[in-house]
Every structure is written in structure tokens, then in C-alpha cells.
């Protein structure tokens, strides 16, 4: 075996002091003289026994073995049975491609690649052969079944909207026919490279479809509008057109040379403008309807909710979770990206100070869909996170934004169509969670109607029970008969574990309960002596909120169930507005509901922190929230105000005894439930693409914060408490529906 130089390095010898090999990713030097002996030998003409001869007298044989052994564990030698072909009338390119391919760990392209070229909506599939072309690929037409398709190695396929449709029919044939293809825009400011589809094995053209879209709702909804495509006008240059193509090109002949690395089956976005690049990973969806099982769902679905003994491993202000936030965020952050991922971004709200650790992620699916006449103008349109910590916050938004995603109505559901009369026997009525008053007058729900029916598994009695689809998931498909019944977020939760998202879930009804009971009925509640919970994160809430010219303060809103829960409050003092703000937690542990009640509180914070004293300046343009602000004072709402009849509650006023495992939390809350004649409905949404464990926790009769007025907790409760003497009259229910 002849031994030499790889290609893509080069050895200078500098007498008297070393050898340097150089290549394009930098300078190994030696210093033995063997190798500088040896060095200038290794040209790839020369078995060991040929070195040994040339090199001697001035080395032995051992020593060019030493020389040898050391370089080759540099990987910087190759081994061949035949001399290099290195005549003289080889182009350079040849030997600079033959280097080019030895980095890249591959044999390179034969002269016989072929590959097919396709274009589809404005992309030119002639410039994009031409590129293939000039790089020695021989490109066999624009028809990839087409005269001699069959002899391709792989299509390229060039486009200038990654959505286009006419990218299902090449996906099928390339999905039939077992046949890899790659996808390419080289249009516009950011050309996009990839993935290269292989079909049984990476994701199809159809998963990557489902993440984008949720990104361009926007889009979709001007589009319904108009009834017609709405392409933004071109933007692109000859040269970040050619660049486009030539990177097209570039990966295709990666795959062709036989070089596989992850980034294949992501997306490369090139910003010709700031000339940074991003990969964008895409991964498979297991349920997908063209690739995958889309029955994976539904069998989740309409299995048991089975849960099991889960440790705690971490306290936060956020709660008591199954795995730590830095595991969670190594493990779901690949689902941040505004291309393949679910949640487009987790940016810190740059307003304020970065104590409040407000967090956004995209688009809130449970506020509707995007458009002018939608609530994209709500304090909560977009997801949001909190914490005590930016990490906490940012493992928050990431989360809530998956939750979201999990909750959002996707078509694979197991539903089953039937009038109330005919599902009954086994089913939930919708007025039972949604506790609107007649004299409300919402639409109601019409019980001869045949609307969508979704199982959801009963804590209590250990079965199915059925529930309006348009209930359990945001932008169910709305049909007539539904009237008022929509999903909103309450009882919605992810976590680390299937039990983790039962206990959170759970919680966040406990939460909006307690709140509604206080809120609704204007009772006037004790205050909390925040010193006393010893969290010197609380004291530096306080001191952010002071030198803003704000003070804080919360009051106790337990309810019957006995789990702390706690309304956070800041308003700015002086002469002006007081941009009154609230913030609302419950848990076991009273100290992680009170940071949760103002971690919320700083996440709201943005909306007021640049508004002036004078009404103005507000970062949010609801005309009801902006009339809160202007005009709400504690002098006209003492309900936000401490009870002066009743002592500040301290920390020891909550007893409070530590679970180690959350199946024994699920365990107390059933028994809580059970306790009051209620029923523990979970839906379990998690999704099998994303894998975040996520819920939708349900108990009918418990109050949601938003307007529900009808009879039951939100009269009985105040009542059985000893807050008031007896039930707050309909009429007199506080008229400032909750906004949060």
C-alpha cells in the first residue's frame, strides 16, 4: 500500500526547527526530525519500503515507522494500491474538488451523477440545470418521469413558496417510487436549502407543511378573505439569485458524494443581507396522515388516562416539577423556530426592567385566529412566560406555547357526531363548564343538534366521558348548533410528566376559581405580609417596583379548597393614573403560589412600565384595558385593597406539608374533588411530534375568572366562607369582567 498526503493538506519543512502541515482549517506542527525526513516523501508514489530506502541513511527504519505512526494518528495520511493520478494536464479544480470531498468524509461525485431538476410556481428550473451543469452533474431533464428519471439519483426541485401545493403531487411520486429529493428556494433576501426527503425515513414534504402553516395564519386568513393567493412582491438581485442556486446545487452534490449529516433533514435559511445562516431542524411527525399513523391521536385519546408514581426532582416559583427546566429546555428547544418548529420564537419582552422576566412565544391559539377584526390586540394575544428566574420564564413561554400547539384543533381527534339526547346517558353537558346565566345572553347550545363529541377520561369514575369537541380543542370547526361553546385555556397545562400536567392543570382551576369567588362578589380580603415567606426575590420585586413609583402588595383568596391562592397587586402611587395590574398563583406550597401570583403580575408589567402619568403611552391598545388603566383607582375598587378589619396573613397561617412524589399531589386532589361532589375530567392532548405531556383538566361547577354567572360556587361559596351573609345578587355582581 502506497502511503501519502490527503489531499486537502500540504507539509512544509522549515530546516532546523519543524514541519508544518497545512490545511484549509489550520497548522499541525512537528518537531522530531524523522517527520521532517519523511514529509517531503509522502507523495503518494511510495510504499513503506520505498520510504525506508529514500529516507535512508538519515533515518531508520523505526524511525519512519515512528514518523508515519504519528501522522496517520493526526489523520492527515492516506493509504492506496495504485500511485495518485496526478498527471500534469489535471485540471486544478479536479485536485481542489478532490480536497473538498476528502473534508467532507466522502468519495466524491462521479462523473455520472445524475440528477433531475424540477421547478414549480415562479422558480426557473433551466438556471437551476445550468447551476447542476456547471458542476459536472449531468441533469436529466424538468420531468422526474421523464426519459431516463429513472437513472437520477436524486431531483432537485426548486420553488419560490415552500407551501406551494404543487409540491404534494412530487411528493407522492417521490413518497411511491422510494426516490430521495431535495427542495430548494432560491428566491427573495433568504434563500431556504432543504431537506432532502427520503422517503420511510426522514419527514415528508407534508410535516414540514404542518409547522409552517402555523406560522402564517396571518396569511391564511387574508387569503380566506380575498379568496385568493396573496405572493408578496419579489425581492432578489441576480447574485443572491445565483447564490441560492448555487447552494441548492452545493447540497445536492453533498448527497450525491454520499457526505450524510443531520442538517439534511432541516431547513438552511442564508440571509443574503446580514449574511448569517440558521438550520431549521425538522423531524417526523409519528402521526402524520401521509408518512406516519394518524391514528395515534385517537387511540391516545380514547385509551385510559393512566398515571404513576413521578418523583419531584425540582422547586421553583414556578411549581414542584418532574424534571429540572434546564432538561425540559434541552429537550423541547429543537420546536423553537419560525420554520419547522411550534412555538416561532422565545424573546424577552424588552420593555422594563429585566427583573419582570416576561417571556412571548408566538401567537396565543387559544385568543382565535389572526385578522384585524381578532383579538390579536388582548393582553394575552401571544403566549407568554414567567418565573422567578429568566430561565424559569423562558422554559414558561416554551411550554405554554407547545401547550397551545397541543390544544389547537389539528383533525385527527377521535370524534363522534350525535345530538345531546343521543350521547347523554355518557356525556358532560357544555352549560355544566361553561356556567353562562341565561340572562346573560349568549347563544345557547342547541341539544337537537348534531355537533362532535370527544372522549375524555374521568379521574373519579375511572371511564370515558363525552364532552363537545369545539369545548376541548381552540378552532374546532364550528358547526351550527354549538352556539357559546368555544375552548378557552382554562385548565390547560404541560409539564414534565403526564402527572405533572394533571397537578398543574388542576391547579390553575383552583386559581381562576378562587379569583372568580373574590372578584365577582367584590369581597374585601386579607392582606399577605410579604416579608414573611423569607423570598428575597419578593424583595427585589418590591424594590424594581418602587423605583417605577409603584408599590405591591397581595391579598389571600383561598377558596373552600384550601390550597393557597393569592392575588398580586401593583399600582403606581402619586398624582396621575395608577395603572392598577394583577397577577394570580395557587399551589400546595403557599410560597411558589405567591411568586407565582407576582411572577404574573411582572409579566403583565410591560403593558403599563411606559405609560405616562397623564393616560398615555400604554403598549396596549385594547380600548377596555387602556379604560382600566386610565381610570381605576383602589379608592374605587376597595375590593383590591387589604381587609383593614383583619390582620395581614403571614407564611405560618398556611400549613403546608411536602409531597415527594406527584401521583400523591393527583391523589389529594381527586380526594378534594371527591370531597365536594364534583368529577375530575383529563384530557390527555399531548401530541406524539411534540412530546411535551400536556392536559386539559376539567371540573364541572368550578368557576372560570372570565364572566359566568350562573347559579352555584360563585353564590354558595362566599357564603359558606363566612365572607357574606348571603348571595350576592345577579345585579350586583361586580360589572368589570376579568381581563387577564
Not at 495518485?84 to 479544480?93: F, K, Q
Request: aromatic letters at 6%; hydrophobic letters at 40%.
Amino acid at each position: 500500500m502506497r502511503v501519502g498526503f490527503r489531499r486537502h493538506v500540504r507539509a512544509e519543512v522549515v530546516p532546523g526547527e519543524g514541519t508544518y502541515v497545512v490545511s484549509e482549517r489550520g497548522i499541525v506542527a512537528f518537531e522530531d526530525d524523522p517527520v521532517a525526513v519523511v514529509a517531503p516523501l509522502l507523495d503518494g508514489t511510495r510504499d513503506f519500503r520505498a520510504l525506508v530506502s529514500a529516507a535512508a541513511p538519515r533515518c531508520s527504519a523505526a524511525e519512519v515507522a515512528l514518523a508515519i505512526g504519528r501522522l496517520n494518528e493526526a489523520a492527515l495520511l492516506v493509504t492506496s494500491p495504485e500511485p495518485p493520478d496526478d498527471r500534469p494536464a489535471a485540471p486544478l479544480v479536479s485536485r481542489a474538488a478532490a480536497a473538498y470531498w476528502e473534508l467532507a468524509g466522502a468519495p466524491g461525485p462521479l462523473p455520472d451523477h445524475r440528477v433531475a431538476v424540477r421547478a414549480v410556481g415562479g422558480a426557473d428550473a433551466r438556471a437551476a440545470a445550468e447551476a447542476c451543469a456547471a458542476s459536472g452533474l449531468v441533469v436529466t431533464g424538468e420531468d422526474p418521469e421523464g426519459p431516463g428519471a429513472d437513472d437520477a439519483a436524486l431531483t432537485l426541485v426548486v420553488c419560490d413558496d415552500y407551501l406551494d401545493p404543487a409540491l404534494g403531487a412530487i411528493d407522492a411520486w417521490a413518497r411511491a417510487a422510494g426516490r430521495p429529493w431535495l427542495l430548494a428556494k432560491p428566491h427573495g433576501t433568504t434563500p431556504w436549502v432543504g431537506p432532502v426527503f427520503r422517503p420511510g425515513v426522514s419527514a415528508c414534504w407534508h410535516c414540514l407543511v404542518q409547522r409552517m402553516s402555523g406560522h402564517r395564519t396571518t396569511q391564511a386568513h387574508l387569503r380566506a378573505r380575498l379568496g385568493r393567493p396573496v405572493p408578496h412582491p419579489p425581492a432578489e438581485t441576480p447574485a443572491s439569485l445565483l447564490l441560492g442556486h448555487q447552494l441548492a446545487v452545493t447540497e445536492g452534490l453533498k448527497w450525491l458524494a454520499g457526505h450524510r449529516y443531520p442538517g439534511q433533514d432541516g431547513v438552511l435559511a442564508f440571509d443574503t443581507i446580514g449574511f448569517t445562516s440558521r438550520l431549521h431542524a425538522l423531524r417526523r411527525r409519528p402521526q402524520c396522515a401521509e408518512c406516519g399513523d394518524p391514528a395515534l391521536v385517537a387511540r391516545r385519546v380514547g385509551g385510559p388516562v393512566v398515571l404513576g408514581s413521578r418523583q419531584k426532582a425540582q422547586r421553583t416559583g414556578n411549581g414542584h416539577r418532574a424534571v429540572t427546566a434546564e432538561r425540559t429546555l434541552r429537550t423541547y428547544e429543537h420546536l423553537i423556530s419560525p420554520i419547522t418548529g411550534v412555538v416561532k420564537a422565545v424573546e424577552r419582552d424588552p420593555r422594563g426592567s429585566a427583573e419582570f422576566n416576561s417571556f412571548r412565544a408566538g401567537h396565543n391559539h387559544a385568543r382565535g385566529a389572526h385578522g384585524l377584526t381578532g383579538p390579536a390586540s388582548r393582553l394575552r394575544s401571544e403566549s407568554g412566560g414567567k418565573g422567578m428566574t429568566e430561565l424559569d420564564a423562558r422554559v414558561s413561554a416554551l411550554c405554554e406555547g407547545l401547550e397551545r400547539h397541543a390544544g389547537t384543533f389539528q383533525g385527527d381527534e377521535p370524534t363522534v357526531r350525535a345530538s345531546w339526547a343521543e350521547v347523554a346517558e355518557n356525556a358532560v353537558h357544555p352549560a355544566d363548564c361553561l356556567l353562562y346565566d341565561p340572562r346573560q345572553r349568549v347563544a345557547p347550545f342547541d341539544e337537537t343538534a348534531a355537533v362532535d363529541w370527544t372522549p375524555v377520561w374521568s379521574l373519579t369514575r375511572g371511564t370515558h366521558r363525552l364532552l363537545p369537541t369545539a369545548l376541548l380543542y381552540y378552532d374546532t370547526p364550528r358547526t351550527p348548533g354549538l352556539g357559546c361553546v368555544r375552548a378557552d385555556s382554562n385548565g390547560n397545562a404541560g409539564g414534565a410528566s403526564l402527572e405533572d400536567a394533571v397537578v398543574q392543570g388542576f391547579l390553575e382551576l383552583v386559581e381562576r376559581d378562587a379569583v372568580a369567588l373574590w372578584w365577582y362578589n367584590r369581597t374585601r380580603q386579607p392582606g399577605v405580609d410579604l416579608g414573611s415567606f423569607g423570598e428575597p426575590w419578593i424583595d427585589r420585586v418590591r424594590t424594581v417596583h418602587a423605583a417605577l413609583g409603584r408599590e405591591v402588595w397581595a391579598l389571600d383568596v383561598t377558596s373552600d379548597f384550601g390550597i393557597p391562592a393569592f392575588a398580586a397587586l401593583t399600582r403606581r402611587t402619586g398624582a396621575g393614573t395608577e395603572d392598577l395590574l394583577f397577577g394570580f398563583g395557587a399551589h400546595f406550597d403557599p410560597s411558589v403560589a405567591l411568586c407565582r401570583a407576582l411572577a404574573e403580575m411582572n409579566q403583565m408589567m410591560p403593558a403599563v412600565v411606559e405609560a405616562r402619568p397623564d393616560g398615555t403611552g400604554y403598549g396596549c391598545p385594547d380600548e377596555r384595558l387602556t379604560e382600566w388603566w386610565r381610570t381605576a383607582t383602589v379608592a374605587g375598587h376597595p375590593y383590591l385593597l387589604p381587609d383593614p378589619a383583619r390582620p395581614a396573613r403571614t407564611r405560618a397561617d398556611f400549613p403546608y406539608t411536602s409531597r415527594a412524589d406527584l401521583l400523591d399531589d393527583v391523589a389529594a386532589i381527586r380526594a378534594a374533588v371527591e370531597e365536594r361532589g364534583m368529577e375530575l375530567l383529563v384530557l390527555d392532548q399531548t401530541r406524539p411530534d411534540v412530546g411535551l405531556p400536556v392536559v386539559k383538566t376539567i371540573v364541572p361547577g368550578m368557576r372560570h375568572f372570565w364572566a359566568r354567572f350562573a347559579p352555584g360556587r360563585l353564590y354558595d361559596v362566599p357564603v359558606a366562607l363566612g365572607r357574606l351573609a348571603g348571595p350576592t345578587p345577579y345585579e350586583e355582581l361586580n360589572p368589570v369582567a376579568m381581563f387577564l
